[in-house]
């Protein structure tokens, strides 16, 4: 029994690694991309509290949401929020991952405005293809 528990103990501390490492990983891939101008807008990556309405069998039990923020110093339309958003859902094994570490909800806000999108992710991640 002690053994289970410590698997368990250990794979909680692994996810959580993982988790931190995507979003420093996108974090800094954005910020080339941006530097480089292959990227129009500096986004940057964090971990949100999430939407409770998408909570699946493999959410995490805190901080359930994949946030992206879009550094324009003006308001993005929602035209602009949902552009960015769909960019993330199309890489399939990307959403997949975002997934399986725990996160159900991604949201996509700018830096301007009181409004942004979220998707529930087990809606893009073409379970049973």
């Known amino acids: 029994m002690f053994a289970n528990t410590w698997n368990n103990i250990l794979g909680w501390f692994r996810d ?5 490492s ?14 480089v101008g292959i990227a ?17 069998q493999f959410s995490d039990w805190l901080n359930t949401g994949f946030r992206i923020q879009a550094f324009t110093g003006r308001v993005l339309s929602k035209e602009e929020l949902m552009c960015i958003g769909e960019v ?3 890489d399939g094994a990307l959403a997949r991952r975002l997934v399986v570490l725990g996160w159900d909800t991604l949201e996509v806000h ?3 405005g009181n409004y942004g999108c979220r998707w529930q992710l087990r809606d893009y991640v073409a379970l049973g293809q």
């Open 16 to 20: 959580r690694s993982e988790r931190a």
């Open 110 to 112: 700018g830096d301007e």
């Open 88 to 90: 993330i859902l199309n």
């Open 40 to 56: 129009p807008t500096l986004l940057k990556a964090k971990i949100s509290r999430g939407n409770p309405a998408f909570h699946h």
């Open 22 to 35: 995507i979003v420093r990983s996108f974090n800094a891939s954005a910020r080339e991309a941006f530097v």
